[in-house]
């Protein structure tokens, strides 16, 4: 009876094979570093930090320039504003107000012929409502009467400090042979009303902290109503209404 044997047994050429060893991981290879390496690597290192540094010097000088920018544009923005508010209201230099108050006798020469000769006084005001002083010239003042002219007054150059009012009085020399063809017997004795016009020009400057001059040319009309009593014993105005053209 044959004997079988087992499946996995070895063949006669597997028992002559020489018994091979197992593999073992090889253990890693570095590449040796030389001098060469070590300066390479030091010279990246310090073009590194030197980029670094001048990123840091470019980003702090461009905040440097933009804050610069943002100083230049608020300054130019605050002298707008301030340019603006004096424009409107220092450098806005506004029209003299000039005010014929009341006229009254100083002086009367008459007789019942109708010849009369007048001296009156004028109560004149000048209100500067400017924040700088109108300083004006020598003026004069034509009254007229009838279409003729009766009397020129004449008033002193002066100076009108800022918001302020000045008043002065002025001397009208009426003309007798103007006034006596339209004085009668009647106006001398029972008194009469009469309605003269005056005409007065002033020139004068405006100057406001030396930098800002403005030139003012006043023409100013006038409306007067008299009211003359009994023998011219006295004289006053009753009404007065004056329209000024500055320009």
């Known amino acids: 009876m044959a004997t079988v044997g087992p499946y996995n047994a070895a063949t006669p050429d597997e028992k002559k094979e020489p018994t091979r060893p197992l593999a073992h991981p090889s253990p890693s290879v570095h590449p040796a570093t030389t001098d060469e390496d070590d300066d390479v690597e030091v010279h990246e290192e310090a073009s590194t930090a030197t980029k670094r540094r001048r990123s840091a010097q470019y980003i702090l000088k461009r905040r440097r320039a933009l804050c610069c920018c943002g100083c230049c544009v608020t300054s130019v923005a605050v002298v707008g504003i301030v340019v603006l508010v004096l424009a409107l209201t220092v450098f806005q230099v506004k029209d003299p107000v000039f005010t ?34 109108f300083r004006y010239g020598r003026s004069e003042t034509d009254f007229y009467y009838g279409g003729e002219t009766v009397g020129v007054a004449y008033a002193p150059d002066g100076e009108v400090g800022a918001g302020r009012t000045v008043r002065m009085n002025v001397t009208l020399d009426a003309l007798a042979d ?3 063809p339209h004085v009668g017997l009647t106006d001398l ?22 930098i800002y001059k403005r030139d003012l040319h006043i023409k100013v009309n006038c409306s007067i109503t ?22």
């Open 226 to 247: 008299l009211e003359v009593s009994s023998a011219f014993s006295s004289v006053e105005s009753k009404t007065t209404d004056c329209v000024a053209d500055v320009k």
């Open 178 to 180: 103007r006034i006596s």
């Open 100 to 133: 014929m108050n009341r006229v009254t006798l100083e002086d009367v020469d008459g007789d019942f012929l109708g010849a009369v000769n007048a001296t009156l006084s004028a109560d004149v005001s000048i209100k500067n409502p400017n924040v700088a002083s």
């Open 189 to 210: 004795v029972f008194g009469q009303e009469y309605d003269l016009t005056s005409y007065t020009e002033i020139s004068g400057r405006v100057s406001v902290l030396g």
